[in-house]
């Protein structure tokens, strides 16, 4: 069982930057894909990026590539999300979310995929 607890958010404003961290339990971190997601009040819980075991593939969202980077310290069990240029429609509670998997290659985009899901953190953006 893997636990996870994702720290970093907060109150910014539009332009500025925020890194969110997620570190994870256990010794077996490096055997997971690794996601963070958003949802904001009345919708749905949408991937913001993803990555894989070993962080040599990454995913963005459409909504946040070229200002959102994803990355991960297997040593430190731990995954990051940059956020760079802040926009107000990036406000939500974001979650870092772990998928075992046994292709070292692979990485999910779809919630219900994932296993195990950090309680979220507020990331607000003002105008």
């Known amino acids: 069982q893997v636990q996870l607890v994702e720290s970093g958010g907060g109150l910014v404003q539009a332009g500025g930057s925020l890194r969110l961290s997620c570190a994870a339990s256990?010794?077996?971190?490096?055997?997971?894909?690794m996601g963070w997601f958003r949802q904001a009040p009345g919708k749905e819980r949408d991937v913001v990026a993803a990555?894989?075991?070993?962080?040599?593939?990454?995913y963005p969202a459409n909504s946040v590539k070229g200002r959102f980077t994803i990355s991960r310290d297997n040593a430190k069990n731990t995954v990051y999300l940059q956020m760079n240029s802040l926009k107000p429609e990036d406000t939500a509670v974001y979650y870092c979310?772990?998928?075992?998997?046994?292709?070292?290659?692979?990485?999910?985009?779809?919630?219900?995929?994932?296993?195990?899901w950090g309680q979220g953190t507020q990331v607000t953006v003002s105008s």
């Open positions: 979310a772990a998928k075992e998997t046994s292709y070292k290659g692979a990485l999910y985009t779809i919630p219900r995929l994932y296993d195990y």
């Open positions: 256990g010794r077996t971190f490096s055997t997971y894909a």
């Open positions: 990555i894989n075991r070993d962080g040599g593939d990454t």
